[in-house]
């Protein structure tokens, strides 16, 4: 089972088991993470960006839905859309607001 873990600035890091294939949005709100979401996960409005620190093998290539909405609005590099981006194996990931 993969395990995400989170880093949080100023807090405890947090560290959760998935399902496999499990997208990285719904790992943060099992995790009760916040996390921008206001589209609802389906790849419109960009506010669920990550920064992947470890472990970006085990996330899946970009869908075709991801790959639009990153054409519209850039990525930098190791950051993906929560929404969109499925996890295989243990990740540890990050946003500019924990």
């Given amino acids: 089972m993969p395990r995400v873990t989170f880093l949080v600035t100023n807090a405890p890091t947090r560290v959760i088991d ?11 709100v099992r995790a009760r993470m916040p996390i921008g979401r206001s589209c609802r996960g389906v790849a419109v409005c960009a506010a669920c ?10 996330v899946e290539p970009m869908d ?16 993906r859309y929560a929404c969109r981006a499925r996890i295989t194996g243990d990740v540890t ?3 500019s607001y924990w």
């Fill in 49 to 58: 960006r990550i920064f992947i620190v470890e472990g970006a093998d085990a």
């Fill in 64 to 79: 075709e839905l991801e790959a639009q909405l990153a054409a519209r609005i850039r990525l930098a590099e190791h950051e």
């Fill in 18 to 28: 998935v399902a496999p294939r499990a997208t990285l949005l719904r790992a943060a």
């Fill in 93 to 95: 990931v990050t946003t």
